[in-house]
């Protein structure tokens, strides 16, 4: 049987049934404009010319921790231990599928266990699903759990959350028509301050969408819109950064009813486009409303411990186009790193690697202050974020540190437009002294010498 | 069929095994002993809160086994004006008893009358060939 789908005679039999000349005229009903151009990549390499050839683009990249980088917002990066990436590339976990009788993966289904049990541990919550696809859909997920939990279809979200999470918010949960009313972040007497939260929250309301840390890297006390909200009868939906956990309050204890993270700053190298891993853990009575696959523990007939896969009539094998989701892809694979990494870090190594953290972001944030010119607009406490104002925009800036060696911080203006002279700053255990010192005189540079 | 499927005489019936029974101005529903049966051990149900409406023929829960979970349906409108509690805990009290203390809604119902389009026993017996 020939793979091949058309031959040339089957090709130039349907072109003259047609009465065209070659395929491409197929798409001349399509605006030239909107056309892809003619892709010219030259005649096929041998292996060693092709090596050679990507070997000379990637040169061309600047490689993160080859240079000082303050670049974080939402993606960061740590110090992985060896054993994370050993452990990681064991062939028996080479698939991130659980078989159709999972029951016979029982080292997958452990792992899924173990990592399910650290981010309840982690969360101060009492049960967590085994990974969703990453933080801005566990987010999402989030959302469309505390609509069926409530019956209600409004959703208040924090100006403070993450900007591409809420994006994906709007997308994920489109079709279902919820009322979405977002807060307002502005600057105010020299702090970035959020307004219309707590005002918002309303008898409709399914549930009220926290950050902690926010996306500005402010820490707050949650307890006023914790209240408000279960006062209306909604739930709270808080995102957190798993590293911040070693040092702060968790979700639970704040009093969110389900805690939703993007796990990658958890022993998963930072990638363009992931893949990343989402956490998602809540409180004992949403667990049929929680999401994707659930790894429970077991006895068997001979009283021997085992895992299997539990509360499956949620699931969309078993529940078709009524499962709670139908689109929470689990990265089993990228928990396995998570697991790993907090086995290994412990609460400990957890703690001191918030520590580590806060105090450079710290130490960062008071040499910048003290700039004539640039401003720290986060309100502290902060974990290991803040925003910084110039009287450049921060593309500008960023243009400038970047000509010196050094990539600065995220560019609030894209997601923020009124804050386009702010650059939201990170700094991370992997942040040397001599790099913050580095970003400091590059700072005073770029700003005196500016008009 | 089912052998020794209960199947009580003063009930009515609808095709998607629920059962109603008329008590005083109330209407008690449940499923049936053969749905119960054909589900395996119920591990779950999720049922309305009380003041919910109901309609005839809509879904008003979801009762979930080991290995399924099925949807289920009001034999008629009218208002829920009290749930089975003890099936948070007790789930298995509907393969115990199905038509006793395995009820799920007490409904008032503003047209009784609509019992009277459901299946008598006669006619549910037949549905489920027993």
């Known amino acids: 049987m020939s793979f091949v789908p058309l031959t040339e005679a089957e090709r130039t039999e349907m072109l003259g049934t047609l009465g065209l000349a070659d395929a491409g005229a197929l798409f001349d009903v399509l605006p030239e404009s909107i056309r892809f151009p003619a892709i010219d990549i030259g005649p096929a390499l041998t292996e060693m010319e092709a090596v050679s050839q990507l070997e000379g683009l990637a040169a061309r990249n600047t ?9 974080g917002a939402g993606a960061y990066r740590h110090f992985i231990p060896s054993a994370v990436g050993a452990i990681m590339s064991r062939s028996e976990y080479g698939t991130s599928y659980t078989p159709y009788q999972p029951e016979v993966s029982q080292g997958t289904l452990q792992v899924m266990f173990e990592f399910q049990s650290l ?8 049960v967590a699903n085994a990974s969703v696809y990453d933080g801005a859909s566990a987010l999402a997920e989030a959302a469309l759990m505390a609509m069926r939990s409530t019956g209600r279809d409004r959703l208040v979200v924090s100006g403070a959350v ?10 994920y949960v489109g079709a279902k028509q919820p009322d979405i009313t977002t807060s307002d972040v502005i600057v105010e007497d020299g702090v970035l301050v959020e307004r219309g939260l707590i005002e918002a929250l309303d008898e409709q309301t399914a549930c009220c969408i926290v950050s902690q840390p926010t996306f500005f890297g402010e820490i707050r006390d949650l307890t006023p819109v914790v209240e408000a909200a279960h006062r209306v009868g909604a739930l709270v939906v808080e995102v957190y950064n798993p590293t911040s956990l070693g040092i702060l309050k968790p979700p639970g204890e704040s009093g969110a009813d389900i805690a939703v993270a993007e796990g990658q700053a958890l022993g998963i190298p930072l990638s363009y486009g992931g893949p990343y891993v989402g956490l998602m853990s809540c409180r004992r009575e949403l667990v049929r409303q929680l999401p994707g696959r659930i790894a429970g523990e077991a006895r068997d007939a001979q009283g021997r411990r085992g895992f299997v896969l539990t509360l499956q009539a949620r699931e969309q094998h078993i529940r078709r186009e009524k499962a709670t989701s139908n689109i929470c892809t689990s990265q089993t694979w990228i928990s396995l790193g998570v697991t790993a990494y907090l086995a290994l870090l412990g609460p400990e190594g957890l703690r001191s690697v918030g520590n580590a953290c806060h105090e450079t972001a710290r130490y960062a944030a008071d040499r910048l202050a003290a700039i004539p010119g640039v401003a ?10 803040f925003a910084i104002r110039t009287l450049l925009s921060a593309s500008e800036l960023n243009r400038r540190l970047l000509e010196r060696g050094i990539i600065g911080g995220f560019d609030l203006g894209p997601s923020y437009p009124h804050l386009a002279d702010v650059s939201l700053l990170c700094c991370t255990e992997l942040t040397s002294p001599a790099a913050v010192d580095a970003l400091v005189e590059s700072v005073r540079d770029v700003v005196r010498s500016s008009p | 069929m089912t052998r020794g499927t209960s199947v009580p005489d003063e009930l009515r019936y609808t095709a998607e095994h629920e059962w109603a029974r008329l008590d005083g101005d109330v209407v008690v529903v449940g499923i049936t002993d053969f749905a119960q049966d054909q589900l395996g051990d119920v591990v779950f149900v999720q049922l309305p809160k009380p003041g919910a409406r109901v309609e005839i023929g809509a879904e008003f829960g979801v009762i979930e086994s080991v290995k399924s979970a099925s949807d289920l349906f009001s034999p008629l409108s009218g208002e829920v004006i009290e749930v089975n509690t003890s099936l948070d805990e007790q789930p298995e009290l509907v393969n115990d008893s199905p038509y006793d203390a395995g009820w799920m809604l007490r409904i008032r119902s503003e047209s009784p009358a609509q019992l009277d389009t459901l299946m008598d026993s006669t006619a549910y017996r037949r549905h489920i060939g027993a």
Not at chain 1, 63 to 71: E, I, K, N
């Open chain 1, 119 to 126: 981010v309840c541990a982690l969360t101060a919550m009492e």
């Open chain 1, 63 to 71: 490689p993160l921790g080859s240079v000082p980088s303050f670049l």
């Open chain 1, 162 to 171: 993450h900007p591409h999470y809420r994006g994906v918010l709007d997308t």
């Open chain 1, 376 to 385: 720290v607009v986060t309100p502290r406490p902060f974990f290991h974020e």
